[in-house]
């Protein structure tokens, strides 16, 4: 190497060893490392950072043979402001030669020399694949605590607001009488807390456990494809606390429901109650209709009226009994029910006064046609006229009867139409149709 190549590889070495120097102070202050010394660890996250906790011892020990070597460079530089052949001949040999004498223990193997043969007590290696070497133990140890910082700053407090809240919502279980052993939704919250519970010890323990790397990690003895001051890259596996989120946000709906219940039970009750009476006002007075049909109506089929619903009135009791005794789980399925079942008996009743009301229907309304007709007959001139008044007489008589003849009172009523429609009645005068659309 010449003057110049030696400044310029002196200057590159001493950049990067200050680089690898703050990193390192950065790595001892990482709070991933502080947490994870003293810590109680289990499975993976143990295995792991026993072998990064002796890369990072090891790593500093790299760090002081690299200075010195560094040094050393650096003074047989000093020596002359224009070093001879002599004085380059050793600063090649230092800054590019195997002039760093470390322990083979210390050294993780390189990638190509895995299984290349038995581990030696002693190696000399030069500066930049010790520099390499450095990186890969810092790939190691840095990998180990970001993901352990990452997944402990993710997970125990958000599992520690989500037990809070569990315990928020048993106590509403508990207000609306669902209970351990009576309701599943009580076995859905023990459930509940036991899996958030054992899910925080996992946390604690093996953190790695939930961690999932973007890329392989780091091994001992490998090198990383990318800087090694950059940052792992990964993601905390949220999966069963995502699940446990949902489950309770589900349980929590639920009991919100039977909460809304015992405040309105008492009102919807109520209002099963009165279409119950409304059903049975109305299924009376289809009883009195069909009385007075079958009285002031000849001939007529009259359907039978359907009495009251009495198993639906022992619902009903049964309802008022869950929720005198707080069973609001059970309350909800069958007031549901209730409500559906009252508005079908209303309906049902009211179906039977239109059906058994129907003659009386349609003799109100051939009364209503007489009348008008009448009328129209006034207003031709017609009131006098004998057949005219014949003809009103006998429908007349017909719909006012008891019995009456739906039938022959019908007739009654159109013969009377025909005589005020026929021509020779009322010259001039325009056709009953003709009136009428006008």
Same mark, same amino acid.
């Given at each position: 190497m010449n003057?110049?190549? @030696?400044?310029? =590889?002196?200057?590159?070495?001493?950049?990067?060893? /200050? #680089?690898?120097?703050?990193?390192?102070?950065?790595?001892?202050?990482?709070?991933?490392?502080? %947490?994870? *010394?003293?810590?109680?660890?289990?499975?993976?996250?143990? *295995?792991?950072?026993?072998?990064? *906790?002796?890369?990072?011892?090891?790593l500093w020990s790299l760090f002081d043979r690299y200075s010195e070597a560094l040094a050393s460079a650096r003074a047989v530089r000093a020596r002359r402001g224009r070093p001879g052949s002599a004085e380059l001949a050793e600063l090649s040999e230092l800054l590019t030669?195997?002039?760093?004498?470390?322990?083979?223990?210390?050294?993780?193997?390189? &990638?190509?020399?895995?299984?290349?043969?038995?581990?030696?007590?002693? *190696?000399?290696?030069?500066?930049?694949?010790?520099?390499?070497?450095?990186?890969?133990?810092?790939?190691?140890?840095?990998e180990v605590v970001n993901a352990v /910082?990452? &997944?402990?700053?993710?997970?125990?407090?958000?599992?520690d607001?989500?037990?809070?809240?569990?315990?928020?919502?048993?106590?509403? #279980?508990?207000? &609306?009488?669902?209970?351990?052993?009576?309701?599943?939704?009580?076995?859905?919250?023990?459930? %509940?807390?036991?899996?958030?519970? =054992? %899910?925080?010890?996992?946390?604690? #323990? /093996?953190?790695?456990?939930?961690?999932?790397?973007?890329r392989v990690p780091a091994q001992r003895?490998?090198?990383?494809e990318t800087? =090694?001051?950059?940052?792992?890259?990964?993601? @905390?596996?949220?999966?069963?606390? /995502?699940r446990a989120g949902r489950q309770l946000d589900d349980v929590r709906v639920e009991l919100e429901g039977l909460l809304r219940l015992r405040d309105e039970s008492h009102e919807r009750l109520q209002q099963v109650g009165d279409l119950l009476q409304r059903a049975d006002a109305t299924l009376a007075e289809a009883r009195r209709a069909r009385g007075e049909v079958l009285a002031k109506i000849a001939s007529t089929e009259v359907p039978a009226?359907?009495?009251?619903?009495?198993?639906?009135?022992?619902?009903?009791?049964?309802? &008022?009994?869950?929720?005198?005794?707080?069973?609001?789980?059970?309350?909800?399925?069958?007031?549901?029910?209730?409500?559906?079942?009252?508005?079908?008996?209303?309906?049902?009743?009211r179906h039977s006064l239109t059906e058994v009301?129907?003659?009386?229907?349609v003799r109100a309304e051939l009364r209503g046609r007489l009348e008008a007709y009448k009328a129209m007959a006034a207003r031709r001139g017609l009131a006098e006229d004998p057949v005219v008044v014949e003809r009103f007489e006998k429908a007349r008589w017909l719909l006012w009867s008891a019995p009456c003849d739906l039938r022959a009172a019908a007739e009654a009523v159109a013969r009377f139409q025909q005589a005020l429609r026929a021509p020779e009645r009322h010259p001039g005068h325009q056709d009953i149709q003709d009136g009428q659309g006008e």
């Amino acid at each position: 190497m010449n003057r110049e190549e @030696v400044d310029r =590889a002196l200057a590159r070495l001493g950049a990067e060893r /200050d #680089a690898v120097e703050a990193a390192l102070l950065a790595l001892q202050d990482h709070p991933g490392r502080r %947490l994870l *010394e003293g810590a109680a660890l289990s499975g993976r996250t143990q *295995e792991r950072w026993a072998v990064a *906790e002796q890369g990072l011892g090891l790593l500093w020990s790299l760090f002081d043979r690299y200075s010195e070597a560094l040094a050393s460079a650096r003074a047989v530089r000093a020596r002359r402001g224009r070093p001879g052949s002599a004085e380059l001949a050793e600063l090649s040999e230092l800054l590019t030669g195997a002039s760093v004498t470390v322990s083979g223990g210390q050294l993780p193997d390189a &990638v190509g020399r895995l299984g290349a043969g038995p581990a030696r007590l002693v *190696e000399r290696v030069g500066l930049d694949e010790l520099m390499e070497r450095m990186n890969g133990w810092y790939a190691v140890v840095l990998e180990v605590v970001n993901a352990v /910082d990452a &997944v402990w700053s993710a997970l125990p407090a958000r599992i520690d607001l989500l037990l809070a809240e569990l315990g928020r919502v048993q106590m509403l #279980a508990l207000s &609306v009488g669902v209970r351990p052993g009576s309701h599943p939704l009580a076995d859905d919250l023990a459930g %509940l807390a036991s899996e958030l519970t =054992a %899910l925080r010890a996992e946390v604690l #323990a /093996d953190p790695l456990a939930l961690w999932r790397p973007s890329r392989v990690p780091a091994q001992r003895g490998t090198v990383p494809e990318t800087s =090694a001051l950059a940052s792992p890259t990964g993601a @905390v596996d949220t999966t069963g606390f /995502d699940r446990a989120g949902r489950q309770l946000d589900d349980v929590r709906v639920e009991l919100e429901g039977l909460l809304r219940l015992r405040d309105e039970s008492h009102e919807r009750l109520q209002q099963v109650g009165d279409l119950l009476q409304r059903a049975d006002a109305t299924l009376a007075e289809a009883r009195r209709a069909r009385g007075e049909v079958l009285a002031k109506i000849a001939s007529t089929e009259v359907p039978a009226v359907p009495g009251p619903a009495s198993a639906l009135r022992e619902r009903i009791v049964q309802a &008022v009994e869950f929720q005198q005794t707080g069973q609001w789980h059970r309350l909800g399925p069958l007031l549901d029910t209730l409500e559906d079942s009252a508005a079908k008996e209303l309906a049902r009743a009211r179906h039977s006064l239109t059906e058994v009301a129907q003659p009386l229907a349609v003799r109100a309304e051939l009364r209503g046609r007489l009348e008008a007709y009448k009328a129209m007959a006034a207003r031709r001139g017609l009131a006098e006229d004998p057949v005219v008044v014949e003809r009103f007489e006998k429908a007349r008589w017909l719909l006012w009867s008891a019995p009456c003849d739906l039938r022959a009172a019908a007739e009654a009523v159109a013969r009377f139409q025909q005589a005020l429609r026929a021509p020779e009645r009322h010259p001039g005068h325009q056709d009953i149709q003709d009136g009428q659309g006008e």
